[in-house]
């Protein structure tokens, strides 16, 4: 069974960093995309960054591009999301995806808090 498990969330300030991990486990495949999303109080789930399954495609969402990096290692087993000059508005909780083929997993989730 293929299961998604985030850490790295926590409280921050204004202007500084955090790393967020997911380690994905249980896949016998290594074709992944994978993405960050997140979803805020109140607010719907949305996507914060993606990388195709070869890993030369990056999307971001406008909010973070410049401040925001996704990336994975070479395995394929984990995913990382690189925050810089973090803000407030930047608080969620964060969800790590894969998806590939139809089929989509999700972890459940980790809070970053950002305050000023």
């Known amino acids: 069974q293929v299961e998604l498990v985030e850490s790295g969330g926590g409280s921050v300030q204004s202007g500084e960093s955090l790393r967020l991990s997911c380690a994905i486990t249980g896949s016998r495949f290594n074709f992944w995309a994978m993405a960050w999303y997140r979803q805020a109080p109140g607010k719907q789930r949305e996507l914060v960054a993606d990388?195709?399954?070869?890993?030369?495609?990056?999307t971001y969402a406008d909010s973070v591009k410049g401040r925001f990096t996704i990336s994975t290692d070479n395995a394929k087993k984990n995913v990382y999301l690189q925050m810089n000059n973090m803000k407030p508005e930047d608080t969620a909780v964060y969800y790590c995806n894969i998806h590939q083929f139809g089929a989509n997993y999700w972890g459940k989730g980790t809070l970053v808090t950002v305050s000023t």
């Open positions: 990388i195709n399954n070869n890993g030369d495609k990056l």
